[in-house]
């Protein structure tokens, strides 16, 4: 059974909230309070709220235990931007844009959650062959260094001097 909790109109910047919300991605609810708790990000007091409402629905909607849960999804999407503008010189406007962020989450019993498959873009493939080129190089060289190193000569003995 999944519980649901949503948050809108946060008047903060999607880009600023998705920062928090990546780093609780998947995490049970005590992991992820403890670590908003003791995050200095502004956005993390508004979805440590949002996280304890719905620990709260779960509680009293569907009468279940809250520490067995973990954050099976949860978003940052943006919301309605507010337009303004400010005065600049020689009588010109500049547009202020402020943004809104609609966050909405989703907590699971611990057994009922899927992870999803991870996809690996074109991108991530040629970034993982060229990794893999550079470590076949790297030994190539090394390999090569360790056969050119040449014989070691012992020291020559000092001439004694019999004056």
């Known amino acids: 059974m999944e519980v649901h909790a949503s948050l809108r109109r946060l008047r903060m910047s999607p880009r600023k909230v998705r920062l ?82 609609h966050i909405s989450i989703t907590l699971a019993p611990k057994g009922e959650v899927e992870q999803a498959p991870k996809t690996i873009t074109k991108r991530m493939k040629a970034e993982k062959e060229i990794a893999q080129e550079e470590k076949t190089e790297a030994a190539q060289k090394t390999e090569s260094k360790t056969q050119e190193k040449k014989p070691v000569t012992k020291a020559k003995p000092k001439p004694s001097s019999n004056a």
């Open 20 to 101: 928090v919300v990546d780093l609780i991605r998947g995490l049970s609810v005590r992991e992820a309070e403890t670590r908003l708790t003791f995050l200095e990000k502004g956005a993390a007091l508004p979805v440590l709220k949002l996280l304890q409402s719905a620990m709260a629905n779960a509680k009293h909607n569907h009468k279940l235990d809250p520490t067995t849960l973990v954050i099976a999804k949860i978003t940052a999407d943006g919301g309605p931007t507010v337009k303004r503008f400010r005065a600049r010189a020689f009588g010109r406007a500049a547009p202020i844009r402020k943004r809104t962020t």
